[in-house]
């Protein structure tokens, strides 16, 4: 099944469980609970620009293909037990609660470029951030510095240490 929702406004919307070749939701505002848990998504998925105003639930979701959410905003974000297996793409979204990876499998490119986050997300368990110029991308192993709430943030934190420690190349 291939759905385009791209700029509806969406009400408590439940696609759990569910399966699309093709996704786009691109722009869309989900407006009450929005549920993807154990949905599959065997190509391209795009949510890039939508806005969920209360959580967004997709705990158990499997992307097989690319995932995007460039500049989506998050009032809470629950990605536990997702698999992406295609490239990923976070850049510029805004997470204004709990971000929750805990349990995630990313086997392509893991992107949060700019991305902010309301509270420190929760990775998967030995992944971290890590932040080369302005880019950022989510890598195994250690563990994200608490307290830091964007990429750009935390590229600074890593290049204020590297500078204390005589290590003047760039990160």
């Keep these: 099944m291939t759905i385009d929702l791209t700029g509806a406004t969406l009400m408590n919307f439940n696609f759990s469980n569910c399966h699309a070749t093709q996704a786009r939701f691109g722009g869309a505002t989900f407006t009450g609970t929005a549920v993807f848990g154990g949905a599959t998504f065997t190509e391209n998925a795009q949510f890039g620009e939508a806005t969920f105003h209360r959580e967004a639930g997709f705990g158990g979701a499997t992307f097989t293909g690319n995932a995007g959410f460039m500049g989506a905003t998050f009032t809470g974000a629950q990605f536990v037990e ?13 997470f204004n609660g709990t971000a929750w990876f805990d349990g995630a499998t990313f086997t392509g490119n893991a992107e949060f470029s700019g991305a902010t986050f309301g509270q420190p997300p929760r990775w998967p368990k030995g ?6 110029g302005e880019k950022a991308r989510l ?10 709430r964007t990429a750009r ?15 003047h190349n760039s990160v």
Excluded: M, Q
Excluded at 127 to 132: A, D, G, I, N, Q
Excluded at 154 to 161: C, D, F, M, V
């Design 153 to 167: 943030e935390h590229w600074l934190a890593i290049r204020s240490l590297r500078h204390e420690s005589g290590l």
């Design 82 to 94: 997702a698999t992406f297996t295609g490239d990923t793409v976070f850049n510029e979204a805004t």
């Design 139 to 148: 890598v195994r192993p250690a563990g994200w510095r608490p307290g830091l």
């Design 127 to 132: 992944w971290r951030l890590e932040v080369t």
